[in-house]
């Protein structure tokens, strides 16, 4: 997976031969079932978001007469494999987070910066300012923050890696303080960041993922933002999202979690429309 300071796969995958498969193997979250033989009628790759064995699971056969057969799917199908399980990942999320959803720090976020998103009772703001919000979940061992602000869209550059960078180490320098007098929050650029456009909820969203440091300190991790593009208002809102665990290697599923939350960002006239 992407922009994470150590090597983890984006599934954690557990392979299973026909004959075993069978009682709470059936059950698991996300299942890939293969069909490889002469007597396969009809090859292909065909997803499922419902299923008999197990509420909200995700399921994908793929048929194929031979293996060469079978590897050409998977190459041809992958992005769509894969979209498909991260998908069904994040509305897991989404649907558990909805249970604990913290109800006035919600609502202030919410009037404040003129969305709708989903923020979990676990989160309490460390920081609030005029254009920016900064909550967080703090254990003994883990640190999950989740950063809101926003500025004016200018045109096609706004969206470009460059200065969405560059506002964020802006914002970060200025609003995220480390441990020691004088440090900040700002990108680690001695590694790549990731970019990805797509839409999601009816508006233009770019990512970014990679890593943060703290200038002047011994801090890191990774982090993954949203740049949201709110047409209506001519305005860029940036959900932002890092993990600090030291002392644990795998952070994956931490960054994945704060990722769902904003997928479930949207704008004013965006819920207009879906209410039509």
Known sequence: MEGLPQ???IFTVSITPH???????????NLLITNIGPDVEKEGVRFFSESSWAKGQAMIHINAKTPEQFLE???????????FMLKAERQRSLRYYTKFVAGDL?????????IKMI???????KSDKDNFSWMSHETPSLSQGMLIYSFDYVGEGTFSREY???KRDSVLRHNVPGPSDG????????VPVTY????????????????WKVVGDLMGGPFVMHAHLDKASNRVVVTDGYVFLPEEPKKRNYIWQLESLFYSLSFPEEQADAGQ
């Open 164 to 166: 969405l960078l560059n």
């Open 73 to 83: 799917l998977v190459d041809k199908e992958e992005l769509r494999i894969l979209g």
């Open 7 to 9: 090597i983890e796969p």
């Open 119 to 125: 923020i979990p009772n676990i989160f309490t703001v």
């Open 106 to 114: 919600t609502d202030r976020v919410n009037d404040k910066w003129d």
């Open 183 to 190: 440090s900040y929050m700002s990108t680690e650029h001695e």
């Open 196 to 211: 990805k456009s797509f839409k999601n909820n009816g508006h233009e969203v770019v990512e970014l993922r990679g890593l």
């Open 19 to 29: 004959r075993a498969f069978s009682g709470a193997m059936r059950t698991f979250r």
